[in-house]
């Protein structure tokens, strides 16, 4: 059986959660067997993972990732948990790409989409997301969120190319329409470096 209970907010030692903590916490519960979710930064398949349990049994994940590296590990994960091969697809490929090969079927119909930005821990710090391709991605992505679906965005500004990719989020975020979306920011303000920030996208209609 499922479990569907609350998850604790803060640690075992009582701080308040990651930024990507933040992220599970705002998913959690809005997915149901049988859902469509959407990782469209594979990684190391934490988020993946995560997804597809959520949505298991019946459901359908898709995740993207430019490196080969990133979704055998994602795979290798997945097996290790005993998730079903068919539900999920592993694409090798930037999620600026995701409207050219998802399926048509999926506009619309996708609960969930998380982003979380950067590079893949313990790789080459070279690949990284760019924001010339996040953008649209997020763009893209938006519009194939179901109504009253989650879309959450993790961004690092930290890194080299990171704090553009901050400024580009933010800039989108603040020209979309209140009516069709609501958006909040979720960030430390206390702390001198430049800690990573979640970001929730609430599809209304």
Known sequence: MKDTAQPLISSPEGDLPSAVRWAHLL????????????????????????????????????????????????????????????????????HETLADVLPPDARGRVQVIMFNLGWLPGSDKSVITETSRTLPAIRAA????????????VVYPGHEGGADEALGVAGLAGGLSPRAFEVQHIRLVNRPACPPECWAFWKRH
Do not use: K, Y
């Not at 959407?38 to 997804?51: R, S």
């Not at 979704?71 to 998730?83: E, F, K, P, W, Y």
């Not at 519009?143 to 009253?148: F, I």
């Open 142 to 153: 938006l519009e194939w969120l179901a109504p009253g679906g989650l879309m959450t965005v």
């Open 27 to 94: 998913i959690h519960g809005r997915l149901r067997p049988g859902d469509w979710a959407l990782d469209a930064t594979a990684g190391n398949g934490h988020d993946t993972l995560f997804l597809a349990q959520s949505v298991s049994p019946g459901g359908r994940v898709f995740a993207f990732d430019v490196q080969a590296a990133a979704l055998a590990q994602t795979r290798a994960r997945l097996v290790a948990a005993g998730i079903d091969e068919h539900a999920v697809e592993l694409l090798n490929c930037g």
